[in-house]
């Protein structure tokens, strides 16, 4: 019993004592700069002998024009293709023969080069990732390679609902504003990128510099900044992200259905304007979302239209966050004949929180669970390192980590309200269906305009057959 007592002290203690910078400590984060001004988010941790290296560079798709919708996420799989003279496939062999992985992404806001591997490998890796940086062979070859790639995704992702109810649905709500395309692009805007445009945004974006440097692993400060500072000290300065502008909503019909015939499912989206991720209710809208259709079988949506309806599998409500502010949806698949069944009682569900507001029993149980699951999304290096990168990019603070608890645990029933009156309005949803249209159109017909599109190729049809 003494044993055990004195185990419990020795944990409690290790809980409660500040991180510490020395090699000693098993977590810690160091913010420092590099030469050239570049900031390096370190997070330090010697239980594994790995690293990861992020490259974040803080403009993406929202950079194209309007006809080079898909260019970014084609510059992406691009820079994978072969740098630094090496072909794509000796670019593999490099990284592969020392259990490296490198790998492009393109979001709507970034561009980020990461790698990873065993530490002894970082001054290979690095070498490698400033290749991939500085000189990616962008061969004209390689551009029609994956072009013809993503074509053949547009192919497999039109065979998702999900993915076309998605796809409308942003353009339902942000129209000809870059938001309401998807990052991919389309069909027709991918087949008229042209290797300039591709070059062009390459200096645009990856030219320019990074915002910010990932560090994540088993390595200290000594050691990391001389190789950073040898590999990625060629840029001037760190580059600064777009001016973002908050997103507009526009009008239209209320109600479109994606017709594909044959489904005996259908795919529901409601959807209407949400918050920019540096919304001062950002905690509090993740309490409220919980609350309605964020927490799984213990959301309001789960609970009625599931469990006691059971006209679903599942259904939950999200709000998309960002620099300039995502849609908050509802989404849900159930029979083709109960669509308006959903849609009425998720409104009734959106209502009573609005109008209503939330029980005590309700908020703490919401509060205990995003308070005891975030330490599970920090459980890694790269967990820990990623978030401290997402404050880094929305200016939320280099202590987000620590204040984001205290944050959660001052939400109020009354902040929930406030925040449902002023962010939910069942009147503002729009109502994305993706089904057969002869077994929706009398459903939706009183819920206002119905406009509809074919699936295959997003032209319009009649709504009622």
């Known amino acids: ?41 370190h997070v330090r941790d010697h239980s594994l002998p790995t690293v990861k290296v992020v490259l974040e560079f803080p403009r993406g798709a929202n950079t194209e024009a309007p006809d080079e919708e898909g260019a970014v996420a084609l510059l992406a799989s691009l820079m994978e293709r072969g740098a630094g003279g090496k072909s794509a496939l000796e670019m593999a062999a490099a990284a592969e023969n020392l259990g490296l992985e490198i790998g492009v992404s ?15 490998h970082l001054p290979r890796l690095l070498e490698l990732m400033n290749l991939v940086a500085s000189s990616p062979n962008l061969s004209a070859d390689e551009l029609e390679r994956v072009r013809r790639q993503q074509l053949a995704r547009f192919v497999q992702e039109r065979s998702q609902p999900s993915s076309l109810g998605s796809n409308v649905m942003l353009k339902k709500l942000y129209g000809a504003d870059r938001q309401g395309r998807p990052v991919a692009g389309t069909a027709a805007s991918v087949k008229g990128v042209s290797k300039g445009v591709v070059d062009r945004l390459f200096a645009q974006i990856v030219g320019a510099g990074p915002a910010v440097i990932g560090l994540f692993g088993d390595l200290d400060i000594a050691e990391a900044k001389p190789m950073l500072q040898k590999a990625f000290g060629q840029w001037k300065a760190p580059a600064t992200p777009q001016p973002s502008m ?5 009008d239209g019909p209320r109600v479109h259905v994606v017709h594909k015939a044959g489904l005996s499912q259908a795919t529901v989206i409601l959807a209407h304007g949400g918050l920019q991720r540096t919304d001062p209710r950002w905690e509090t809208v993740q309490v409220m979302n919980f ?10 949506l789960m609970k009625l239209v599931r469990s006691e309806k059971g ?72 967990g820990e390192g990623s978030y401290l990168m997402m404050a880094r ?23 929930v309200s406030m925040a449902a009156s002023e962010l939910l309005d069942t009147s503002r949803l729009r109502i994305i269906v993706v089904g ?10 009183d819920l206002g305009d119905v406009t509809a599109s074919d699936w295959q190729d997003d032209s319009a049809i009649p709504p009622n057959p």
């Open 1 to 41: 019993m003494r044993t055990l007592s004195l185990l419990l002290f020795a944990l409690a203690a290790c809980a409660s004592a500040p991180k510490e910078s020395s090699s000693t400590s098993v977590r810690s984060d160091e913010f420092y700069a590099l030469a050239n001004g570049v900031p390096v988010i």
């Open 106 to 120: 393109a979001g709507r806001e970034n561009l980020t080069i990461s790698g990873s591997g065993l530490k002894r």
């Open 246 to 250: 908050p997103l507009n909503v526009e």
């Open 291 to 300: 609350i309605l259709g964020g927490g799984g079988f213990s959301s309001r």
């Open 311 to 382: 006209l679903t599998y599942g259904i939950r409500s999200r709000f998309a966050g960002g620099a300039r502010g995502g849609p908050f949806t509802i989404s849900a698949a159930t029979r083709n004949e109960k669509v308006r069944e959903l849609i009425d009682l998720s409104m009734q569900v959106v209502d009573d929180l609005r109008q209503n507001g939330v029980s005590e029993e309700d908020l703490n149980q919401a509060k205990n669970y995003l308070l005891g699951s975030f330490p599970l999304r920090l459980e890694t290096p790269e």
């Open 393 to 415: 990019r929305y200016g939320l603070g280099d202590d987000y980590l620590a204040a984001y608890p205290e944050r959660v645990k001052a939400v109020t029933r009354t902040a």
């Open 436 to 445: 057969p249209r002869e077994a929706l159109y009398d459903q939706l017909k």
